[in-house]
């Protein structure tokens, strides 16, 4: 395993790289890193009988898609905004706008911070018997706060009121490494690794390697008897009970890349095989739900699920598809960008066929307006993993289906600050998700806003 703390030339070289997405392929995309094919142990059978929490009447089985033949070390992570407009491909005014708006959004959770240290103390997940306990959405969304006020003013990291926000969110580790969150456990735990992986102090470093410890050992692979012909294989999700999804999967890689996991980790190889099943991609996905249009739903576990086709009236599972058309699901936004994203944090090439897919989806469905597929709903969500992904895909301007030139982060600036409360709060009038909730949907378009203002390294 490669930790930040001690992160390889092979990363650092990642830095200098174009990925080459816009329109057609290029006839070689450059290298990012050094070559590699994945680490031994990723399809090999379990040895084990299937875990009784996995009911196998539900589980589908057929053929994984095939390993990928070369693997490129993704972009490293940045957690901290550029110094000067100047490190940024926007103009002076989109700066200064983002930075405003950025600087409002803090203003507002500094007010609607707690006195222990937390934010949102008062919702739980599910009821529970342990008062004193930590509630796992306030785990988890302090966690995110914490990681929204060191990217843009790490100063702030030495105030009374953060050391109480980082306190706060150690007193929720287990002894197994992980950070208590029931049934949202996985989500967590790949909240608090940013966090502690933007701090990047080393007196976090053994709290941040078990738990990221605990998240490869969570994922549903070999260990739990599961074969790579099944459609569990190599996901995260809720609980001791609940299915793998895409939203916990893509979480549970933002963790490990953050932390400095390579991509030829068997763990992220597992899970890209997951990744790569959620896809409507009939060249790697041969599920019976698949579709083509390169987009993602957001599972392919117990025959495949997403919202999109339930927005749709087709029902979640496309049990509703009238008689006669086969089963398919439809493909969405937010669940598209997160695939988009995994897939180049597990590795993979610009021009390998699923990442031109997923790019293509985007550029034909290309907006700020809504979350496509499911138009208000998870709208912040949406606008942070869009905005991860595409600084992720290293294109400064995106070129839309119908030949559109789009600088990304100055329309991503403008679409999310139409949207600010003048007290500097965001919130979604279409309750889903916990967006409804000021802090945690402010928290979301300060996060955007600030991958916006990361610094671009130039090429020669």
């Known amino acids: 395993m490669t930790w930040r703390m001690t992160v390889t030339l092979s990363i650092l070289a990642a830095a200098l790289a174009v990925s080459g997405l816009a329109g057609q392929p290029p006839a070689s995309a450059p290298a990012r890193g050094t070559a590699a094919t994945p680490r031994g142990g990723v399809y090999e059978p379990p040895d084990r009988p299937l875990d009784r929490r996995i009911d196998p009447d539900k589980v589908t089985e057929y053929d994984p898609p095939p390993l990928p033949q070369r693997l490129i070390q993704p972009m490293p992570p940045e957690f901290r905004l550029a110094a000067t407009p100047q490190e940024v491909p926007i103009s002076r005014e989109h700066w200064h706008k983002a930075k405003q708006a950025i600087d409002k959004g803090l203003a507002y959770?500094?007010?609607?911070?707690?006195?222990?240290?937390?934010?949102?103390?008062?919702?739980?997940?599910?009821?529970?018997?342990?008062?004193?306990?930590?509630?796992?959405?306030?785990?988890?969304?302090?966690?995110?706060?914490?990681?929204?006020?060191?990217?843009?003013?790490?100063?702030?990291?030495?105030?009374?009121?953060?050391?109480?926000?980082?306190?706060?969110?150690?007193?929720?580790?287990?002894?197994?490494?992980?950070?208590?969150?029931?049934?949202?456990?996985?989500?967590?735990?790949s909240a608090v690794v940013m966090a502690l992986a933007t701090i990047d102090r080393r007196d976090f470093h053994e709290e941040l390697q078990d738990a990221t410890l605990w998240l490869q050992r969570s994922q549903w692979d070999q260990g739990e008897g599961l074969s790579p012909r099944q459609d569990w294989f190599g996901g995260a999700g809720y609980g001791n009970q609940g299915r793998p999804d895409l939203s916990n999967t893509q979480s549970m890689l933002d963790a490990l890349h953050e932390a400095g996991i390579s991509p030829d980790e068997p763990s992220v190889q597992r899970a890209l095989v997951f990744v790569s099943r959620a896809q409507n991609l009939r060249a790697t996905n041969k599920a019976a739900w698949s579709g083509n249009d390169g987009g993602f739903v957001y599972t392919p576990a117990n025959g495949g699920e997403s919202f999109a086709s339930d927005a749709a009236g087709e029902g979640q599972y496309g049990e509703r598809i009238p008689a006669g058309r086969p089963r398919s699901l439809r493909s969405y936004g937010s669940m598209t960008y997160a695939g988009f994203k995994s897939m180049l944090h597990a590795g993979l090439t610009a021009d390998d066929v699923r990442v031109r897919a997923a790019f293509d989806w985007i550029r034909r469905h290309w907006t700020f307006d809504e979350n496509p597929g499911l138009g208000p709903q998870g709208l912040y969500y949406y606008y942070h993993t869009m905005a991860r992904a595409l600084r992720a895909g290293q294109q400064h301007i995106i070129t839309d289906i119908d030949g559109t030139e789009h600088n990304w982060r100055q329309e991503l600036i403008d679409a999310v600050c139409a949207r600010q409360r003048p007290d500097g709060r965001w919130q979604n009038p279409a309750d889903r998700w916990l967006e409804g909730e000021p802090v945690l949907a402010t928290i979301y378009s300060v996060l955007s806003l600030q991958e916006t203002l990361k610094p671009v390294i130039q090429t020669q």
């Open 109 to 189: 959770l500094d007010s609607t911070q707690e006195v222990n240290g937390g934010w949102l103390t008062h919702l739980h997940a599910t009821p529970t018997d342990e008062p004193d306990t930590p509630s796992a959405i306030a785990v988890a969304v302090t966690a995110l706060a914490i990681k929204a006020y060191a990217q843009a003013r790490p100063e702030l990291l030495g105030e009374m009121r953060l050391i109480l926000a980082i306190r706060f969110v150690r007193s929720a580790q287990r002894a197994d490494g992980a950070f208590e969150g029931g049934a949202l456990t996985n989500y967590v735990t």
